[in-house]
C-alpha cells in the first residue's frame, strides 16, 4: 500500500490492520508523503493482534498537538514489525509489542502527548532492536526509549536527545506482572546490548539520566541482567549519567562520560545503587572499566566518578561483586564530594 511521494493525506480515524502481511510505504519522486491526523485518535496505523507489517519512508506530523502515535499494537500475537525511515514530529512516539521489533533510520523530533508517551516504547516484548535512529526532543512526553519488561535487545548507533524532566534517554525495566507490579512474573529482563549512541540529556532539571537499568520504582519487582554498555558518547546538564540497580551482570565499558549539574546534586556519574523494597536481590558482578569521566567547569563542586551504594530506606543488603578499573577520571574543578561535604 503505497502513497504517493510529495502529496498530504488526512486520515479521519485509525487504520485498524487485522490482517499479518505487508508494507504500507512510498512510491514515486519527491519529498515523503505526509501523513495527518484530522481528529485526536490513539494511532494511525493499529495493529490489532497481527504482525509481519512494514511501515517505511513516511512522514507522520500531528497537527493541533493530538496525542496519537504512528504505530502501535494491541492484543498478543503481533511480531515482526519494521519502522523504516519515518519522520514523526508534532505527535507521540511509536509503541509497538511483540516479537522482532525493529525501528530502524527514523527520526523523531518534536513529540508532544504529556506524561505516558515513549519516544520507542515496548513491553514484555522479545527480539526488539533500534539502530541508527535519531530521538530528539522528547520534553513534552517522557523518555526517548524505554523498553518494559523486554529481553534479547539492541541499542545501537542512535542519537538521542533531551528527555523530559526527571526522564531517561534509556530506560530498562524488568517484567513483573501486569496485573500486580509488585510481584516478579519469573521472567528476567536480560541480554541487552547498548552501544555506539550520541547521548546527550540536554538542560534538564532534576535526576534525569542517560542511562537507567532497573525496576521502575523501589516496590515494582522487575528483575534485569547481562547488560552491556558500551562505546556511547554521553554528556549533558546532569550529573549522574548511568545508574544501574540491575540485579546481574551489568558490563559498563569503554565510554566517554561528561557530566555537568542541572541545580539538583545527585550521585555518582556511574551509580550502582540498591533501592528495592519489593524483593528484587541487590546488583551484584557489575563490572566498570577502560571508561573516560569528566567533569566540565561550571559544574557542581561537589564530584563522584563511582559510587556504590543503596538507598536509606532499601533493605539492608547493598550491592555486592562491583569491580572498577583502569577508567581515566579528571575533575579539575571539584571541590568534594559526599563525604567531605
Not at 535487545?153 to 534517554?169: D, E, F, G, Q, R
Not at 525496576?215 to 515494582?220: E, G, L, V
Not at 519487582?221 to 556511547?232: H, K, L, S
Amino acid at each position: 500500500l503505497l502513497f504517493e511521494r510529495g502529496g498530504t493525506y488526512t486520515m479521519p480515524s485509525a487504520d485498524y490492520i487485522r490482517k499479518s502481511g505487508g508494507i504500507i510505504g512510498a512510491f514515486g519522486t519527491g519529498a515523503d508523503p505526509i501523513i495527518q491526523f484530522t481528529s485526536n485518535n490513539p494511532a494511525f496505523f493499529m495493529l490489532s493482534g497481527v504482525g509481519d507489517w512494514t511501515f517505511m519512508d513516511m512522514d507522520f506530523v500531528g497537527v493541533s498537538g493530538f496525542r496519537h502515535m504512528p504505530v502501535t499494537t494491541q492484543f498478543a500475537d503481533r511480531s515482526n514489525v519494521l519502522m523504516l525511515r519515518l519522520d514523526v514530529s508534532n505527535t507521540a512516539g511509536c509503541e509497538p509489542t511483540g516479537s522482532g521489533i525493529f525501528m530502524v533510520d527514523c527520526n523523531l523530533s518534536g513529540l508532544v502527548g504529556g506524561g505516558g508517551f515513549v519516544g520507542f516504547y515496548t513491553q514484555h516484548s522479545d527480539h526488539v532492536v533500534a539502530i541508527g535512529n535519531r530521538i530528539y526532543d522528547c520534553s513534552g512526553i517522557e523518555h526517548n526509549i524505554r523498553f518494559q519488561g523486554s529481553t534479547k535487545c539492541v541499542i545501537s548507533n542512535n542519537t538521542l536527545y533531551k528527555p523530559a524532566n526527571t526522564k531517561h534517554l534509556i530506560t530498562i525495566r524488568g517484567r513483573s506482572t501486569l496485573a500486580d507490579p509488585a510481584v516478579w512474573s519469573g521472567v528476567w529482563c536480560e541480554h541487552i546490548v547498548i552501544s555506539d549512541n550520541d547521548m546527550d540529556v540536554g538542560a534538564t532539571t532534576g535526576p534525569s539520566w542517560a542511562a537507567h537499568f532497573g525496576a521502575q520504582n523501589q516496590n515494582s519487582d522487575e528483575r534485569t541482567r547481562d547488560v552491556i554498555f558500551e562505546r556511547n558518547y554521553v554528556r549533558g546538564n546532569t550529573t549522574t549519567m548511568v545508574c544501574t540497580e540491575a540485579s546481574e551482570r551489568v558490563t559498563i565499558r569503554n565510554n566517554l562520560l561528561v557530566s555537568g549539574f542541572n541545580g539538583t546534586y545527585q550521585a555518582g556519574v556511574i551509580d550502582v545503587r540498591f533501592r528495592s523494597n519489593a524483593g528484587v536481590p541487590p546488583p551484584s558482578s557489575t563490572y566498570i572499566y577502560n571508561n573516560s569521566i569528566y567533569q566540565v567547569s561550571g559544574a557542581h563542586a561537589y564530584f563522584e566518578a563511582i559510587i556504590v551504594s543503596r538507598d536509606p530506606g532499601a533493605p539492608s543488603t547493598p550491592p555486592t561483586g562491583t569491580v572498577a578499573k583502569n577508567n581515566l577520571v579528571y575533575a579539575p574543578t571539584a571541590t568534594g564530594n559526599d563525604y567531605t561535604g
